[in-house]
Nanobody, 125 residues
Framework: QVQLVESGGGLVQAGDSLRLSCAASGRTFSEYRYGMGWFRQAPGKEREFVAA????????VRADSVKGRFAISRDNAKNTLYLQMNSLKPEDTAVYYC????????????????WGQGTQVTVSS
């Protein structure tokens, strides 16, 4: 069993930066090298892939919409995943979810085994 808890969301203005965190816990997580990912879902829209990272952090992938603005990273010693978001735009407004996968790295939500409850990010113009 893996528990994921996102934090760091909030209300910011366009152009601002925000850093999301995802704290992972549970015996299973501690014993397996999970890949991790970030997804987001805006009101009335489908859940969208944002970024993913393998266990070591040596391989990452990002959605085209966030390249150059967002960066994914992790600190395995702290069991924490991060999403650094810069140059935020109103269209980034969404609930952001972190997830863990037993695959090496993935961008499809169906490949993820565990999900957090999400944290709201709202970007005003």
């Amino acid at each position: 069993q893996v528990q994921l808890v996102e934090s760091g969301g909030g209300l910011v203005q366009a152009g601002d930066s925000l850093r999301l965190s995802c704290a992972a816990s549970g015996r299973t997580f501690s014993e397996y090298r999970y890949g991790m990912g970030w997804f987001r879902q805006a009101p009335g829209k489908e859940r969208e892939f944002v970024a993913a990272i393998n266990w070591s952090g040596g391989s990452t992938v990002r959605a085209d919409s966030v390249k150059g603005r967002f960066a994914i990273s992790r600190d395995n010693a702290k069991n924490t995943l991060y999403l650094q978001m810069n140059s935020l735009k109103p269209e980034d407004t969404a609930v952001y979810y972190c997830a863990a996968t037993r695959t090496l790295i993935a961008r499809a939500s169906s490949d993820y085994d565990y999900w957090g409850q999400g944290t709201q990010v709202t970007v005003s113009s």
